[in-house]
């Protein structure tokens, strides 16, 4: 198994410490659901639009269209897949 090593600002930590804080609640909260209740939580709160944005940079506007398959390896395997490439080479 590989270990990837990241520097965090300080702020950058605060961001992540919150977000474990959320990601706990929720985990907690979930637990105390049956898996009928869970799948119909998870289908009120999956995003149903294709994720984009627009962000301005220097004076450039960049687009960022997300379109996601169901016949493509997951978003996990691909972020593995990835690391083990960059690791490797």
């Known amino acids: 198994m ?3 090593q990241i ?6 930590w605060e961001i992540v410490e919150e977000i474990w804080v959320k990601v ?5 909260y979930l637990a105390t659901l ?15 639009h294709p994720i984009s944005f627009e962000r301005e940079i220097g004076g450039t506007v960049y687009t960022v269209n997300a379109h996601f398959s169901e016949n493509t390896e997951t978003a996990d395997r691909k972020v593995n897949r990835i690391l083990n490439q960059n690791i490797t080479l």
């Open 34 to 48: 049956s898996k009928e209740q869970r799948l119909a939580w998870f289908r009120e709160h999956q995003y149903p």
């Open 7 to 12: 520097e965090l600002t300080e702020k950058q």
């Open 24 to 28: 706990e609640q929720e985990t907690v």
């Open 2 to 4: 590989s270990a990837v």
